[in-house]
């Protein structure tokens, strides 16, 4: 069974910065594009950025030069720093991992941006 475990959500204040972790098996890393997505109450999940196994990036417009999407191949883990946050950066933030016709994911971690 595929595992997707993320950890590193919270409660932080407006320009804030929290990073995002997915550890997964090193079959899984080695082979899969690995995400994040988010999903804020009453919207429908979002892409938020991409990395694929050689390491190009992808990133949601509205998260440019604010998210790095990153992955440490001695750890099989993919991390997502967040800086600059913002209140409508409040979401359940999930961890992805796709290949052709299989997609994984993790069970999410509450990322809330609040004074």
């Known amino acids: 069974q595929v595992q997707l475990v993320e950890s590193g959500g919270g409660l932080v204040q407006p320009g804030g910065s929290l990073r995002l972790s997915c550890a997964t098996s090193r079959v899984i890393f080695n082979i899969y594009t690995m995400a994040w997505y988010r999903q804020a109450p009453g919207k429908q999940r979002e892409l938020v950025a991409t990395?694929?196994?050689?390491?190009?990036?992808n990133y949601a417009d509205s998260v440019k030069g604010r998210f790095t999407i990153s992955r440490d191949n001695a750890k099989n883990t993919v991390y997502l720093q967040m800086n600059s946050l913002k209140p409508e950066d409040t979401a359940v933030y999930y961890c992805?991992?796709?290949?052709?016709?299989?997609?994984?994911w993790g069970q999410g971690t509450q990322v809330t941006v609040s004074s």
């Open positions: 990395i694929t196994t050689p390491g190009s990036t």
């Open positions: 992805n991992a796709q290949r052709g016709l299989n997609n994984f």
